[in-house]
């Protein structure tokens, strides 16, 4: 299955080591596909640094792995009315561009849209059920 995180479920991964969100990412890694964008780097590095005033070694060893560990694919762009976030488009576009399965997200204005194009966008509890039912997924 191939999934998207946004930068949220991967911060939490990071921060957390443990919860919902880091053992979803682990499941990822180890039995899944998971799909990145230039975009969510640079947003997770941004808010690694500004927000949870990461050391810079840290963070750049946190991208260098997810850089080597994920598929990295360019957005798609999209609409403006896709979303009713203008700095959504982008974590949309990568789970479009990078035909993924389902978009994880905590963002109330993806988490509104349900699915977009066929992608689910489901909260980090909500994905365990459908790795369960890999039949379910092409």
């Known amino acids: 299955m191939r999934l998207v995180l946004d930068t949220s479920v991967l ?10 969100c880091s053992e979803l990412y682990e499941e990822i890694l180890l039995h899944h596909e998971l799909v990145i964008s230039g975009y969510i780097v640079a947003e997770l590095r941004r808010k690694l640094r500004v927000k949870f005033a990461y050391p810079e070694p840290d963070v750049e060893a946190v991208c260098a792995f997810l850089l080597t560990s994920a598929q990295m694919v360019e957005p798609e762009t999209l609409p403006s009315a896709a979303c009713r976030d ?26 509104v849209l349900g699915e977009f194009r066929g992608i ?17 997924f092409p």
């Open 86 to 111: 203008p700095a959504d488009l982008p974590i949309l576009g990568t789970a479009t561009a990078g035909r993924a399965t389902l978009l994880v997200t905590v963002d109330r204005d993806l988490l």
């Open 11 to 20: 911060i939490a991964a990071y921060i957390s080591r443990a919860g919902v």
């Open 120 to 136: 689910a966008i489901v909260r980090p509890g909500e994905v365990w059920p459908r790795l369960d039912t890999p039949t379910q």
